[in-house]
């Protein structure tokens, strides 16, 4: 019975780490949006839906992209924002593409903050040791849910379904998203 109640208690508190975890992934993510918003001019406000766009380097086309963009990766992170007395959250998913098998495929998935880690040798990937940069894009219409938007990231690929790093590329894939998203 004593080492039942023991179980319990400790289950008991690595739900309450958990749960404090995810409130300061909460935060975190919100105080990304806030800045993002904040140099863009725009203030946030409860219940509404907002995007900003992610820009990273990443490995294998640095050099090409660098010329061509000033970025190697980019995606859009599309939330809803929470704001209470003792909360401040921005519940996101990102939109993104990639490449597997030659063909462009896009991919939805919750928004992780991307972990920076400085670069100390082989094992990392530089794509690890940039930290992210991020740009206001602007608010969501009220309509835009994440199936209406997986399925127009899923449209663009459909359509467009050749990479090519100058005209049809991450950066063309989250604009276009964005531009069909936007609130008016």
């Known amino acids: 019975m004593q080492l039942r109640n023991h179980i319990l208690r400790c289950l008991a508190l690595l739900g309450l780490l958990a749960l404090f975890a995810a409130a300061v992934t909460d935060q975190e993510r919100y105080t990304i949006l806030e800045k993002a918003a904040s140099d863009a001019g725009q203030q946030l406000q409860d219940g509404h839906r907002y995007a900003m766009y992610e820009y990273w380097w990443n490995i294998p086309n640095v050099q090409e992209c660098a ?13 809803d924002v929470k704001i ?24 939805t998935e919750p928004w992780k903050v991307r972990e920076f880690k400085e670069y100390k040798g082989p094992w990392h990937t530089l794509a690890d040791s940039v930290k992210s940069q991020y740009k206001w894009a602007g608010e969501v219409a009220g309509n835009a849910g994440n199936k209406q938007i997986s399925k127009i990231g899923e449209d663009y690929v459909e359509e467009w379904p050749n990479y090519n790093i100058a005209s049809n590329n991450c950066a063309t894939y989250v604009w276009h998203v964005m531009n069909k998203i936007r609130a008016t």
């Open 84 to 107: 209470s007395r003792n909360t401040r959250d921005f519940r996101s998913h990102t939109w993104d593409i990639f490449l597997h098998d030659g063909k462009m495929l896009s991919l």
């Open 67 to 79: 010329l061509r963009s000033g970025f190697g990766h980019a995606r859009l992170i599309v939330g």
